[in-house]
């Protein structure tokens, strides 16, 4: 392991992801599809030697940055655990985010942040990040034994806030992974890498760190776990899908868990590198309403909704047995050829029938159907992905280069509409951390 040298700074980086298939059925127990994408957030922390013993959040994407000091943050958040589902401050630890009354914690949270004159008019946005940054930083280090010293902590994104490619999710794994990676470094610096580190009080816990430049399996699931506290500010009641896939990257089966287990997720190892045309429709997106919508439709109308989401279980399900097949093809071989194209147009028939199934769930958008409309016009396929009434819509692009001018095209078509297209890979690394010194 290399040896961590003062004062630490290091970057955090974290995909966005696209829901392939399973957006809205996922968060009613169904299967969903999901895969990182190569347009990524970064976080930098960089300690400091500040005399004032600020701690400064700047975020640029957001037009906000604010200042808190290590004395006011420890004194109000870090001298008492967060409230709890269950037990006492001696059963929490690190190592179990879900005792944390998230609601709660959250509401006390929103107040603190509110009652400041200055941020009192706070866009929703900029209260949401400053909410999900105090939530992370009190949890994540109120029960460890270290010494927080002032850091400054920029995040810098190129994903689009609110158009359903994972930017909020992106945050949360970066900001989770910063305190982790922190701690991390802070119990290397003092040789403590074995024993409890825990404070007096609460339960005692213990961190093997074998490499300090990259996250093992156990520390992302830790992470992912942390990050779905800064999704459920965000957005209410998430499956835990996006933060999962922005942790771990490539793609990824998933299916919420059911009540007091955890989710089952599948990591799909050796699926086809797929190629997308990410469509920016220009609306912004709730999610939170469009989840409630979703349940409220199901509510009235029972057995139509809950078919369709059964339905679009199959279609998750399928499409993940569809990328594994391409997976395992030779594409130098003639046979093999025609097999992929094949089993590429059962692909986009999925894709099809899926925006079929979110129509009815009540989701699209008149912008994303405009996109669809001129899409298929092209011969293409085109659905809407995250939680729909504005966002992203993705399409499939062909994996012959006989059809690159047609692509063309059809991008020229949708940007003289007044669209914004990004061509992008699926399937980037999940979270990374770089040391700088």
Known sequence: MLPVKYPLAFIVSAPGKVILHGEHSVVHGKTALAASLNI????????????????ILDLPNLDTKHAYTVLELNEIFLSNPPPLLKGS???????????INTSKFIETLREYVLKSEKLQQLPFPQECALVAFLALYTGIFCSVNIQIQPFFIGVVSDLT???????????????????????????????????????????DMEMEIIDLTVFSAKEKELISRWALIGEKIMHGNPSGLDNATCTFGSVVKFRKGKEGQGAVLEHL????????????????????????????????????????????????????????????????????????????????ELVDMNQAFLNVLGVSHPSL???????????????????????????LLPPCSSQQTKVQQMKEQLERNGFVCTETELGSAGITVSNLI
Request: with cysteine.
């Open 369 to 395: 159907d405009r996109i669809c409309r001129t899409v298929s016009k092209c011969g293409f396929h085109a659905k809407l992905t995250g939680a729909g009434g504005g966002g992203y819509a993705f399409i």
């Open 40 to 55: 990524r957030t970064n976080i930098t922390v960089k300690e400091g030697d500040s005399v004032d013993g600020k701690i």
């Open 89 to 99: 401050q001696c059963d929490f630890n690190l190592y179990n985010p879900e005792l």
């Open 269 to 348: 190892s050796g699926t086809a590198k797929l190629k997308i045309l990410l469509v920016d429709s220009g609306v912004r997106r709730d999610t939170a309403r469009m989840l409630a919508k979703v349940s409220e439709r199901l509510k009235c109308y029972p057995q139509v909704v809950q078919s369709t989401l059964d339905a679009m279980d199959g279609i998750a399900i399928a499409a993940a047995e569809i990328l594994m097949l391409l997976g395992e093809l030779d594409t130098e071989i003639g046979d093999t050829l025609k097999q992929q194209n094949s089993l590429h147009a059962k692909l986009e």
């Open 161 to 203: 806030l609110g158009s359903g490619c994972g930017s909020s999710a992106s945050f949360s794994v970066c900001l989770a992974a910063a305190f982790i990676h922190y701690i991390r470094s802070k119990i290397s610096l003092n040789s403590i890498t074995h024993g409890n580190i825990s404070k007096n009080g609460y339960k």
